[in-house]
Nanobody, 125 residues
Framework: QVQLVESGGGLVQAGGSLRLSCAAS????????MGWFRQAPGKEREFVAQISWSGGITSYADSVKGRFTISRDNAKNTVYLQMNSLKPEDTAVYYC??????????????????WGQGAQVTVSS
């Protein structure tokens, strides 16, 4: 399994921006569908965004569509989450995750076998 390490979290005011990065170890990063998930206190971990091997296909939760952008750089073994127009309800621990498989087989968080340790994002009102 690929090893994942997130960075870039922090405290930001509502309306502000943050960019999360997730660095992966291993030579098979380009074979992974990559995703971002988040978990707020007292809530279940939820899907945020997902990107295909090449970066040509992306998917977003309705709650972040138009504000967040997922991207990847396979040469750097890194996936990013650009978060704009942040809202207090975006406050959560954000997790990077990898699914070794085709886009169609990575349809839920249970399909992602590799997880990072999480990065705290706090949005103040």
């Amino acid at each position: 399994q690929v090893q994942l390490v997130e960075s870039g979290g922090g405290l930001v005011q509502a309306g502000g921006s943050l960019r999360l990065s997730c660095a992966a170890s291993g030579r098979t990063f380009s074979s992974y569908t990559m995703g971002w998930f988040r978990q707020a206190p007292g809530k279940e971990r939820e899907f945020v965004a997902q990107i295909s091997w090449s970066g040509g296909i992306t998917s977003y939760a309705d709650s972040v569509k138009g504000r967040f952008t997922i991207s990847r750089d396979n040469a750097k073994n890194t996936v990013y989450l650009q978060m704009n127009s942040l809202k207090p309800e975006d406050t959560a621990v954000y997790y990077c995750a990898g699914c070794l498989g085709f886009w169609s087989t990575c349809s839920g968080k249970e399909d992602f076998g590799s997880w990072g340790q999480g990065a705290q994002v706090t949005v103040s009102s």
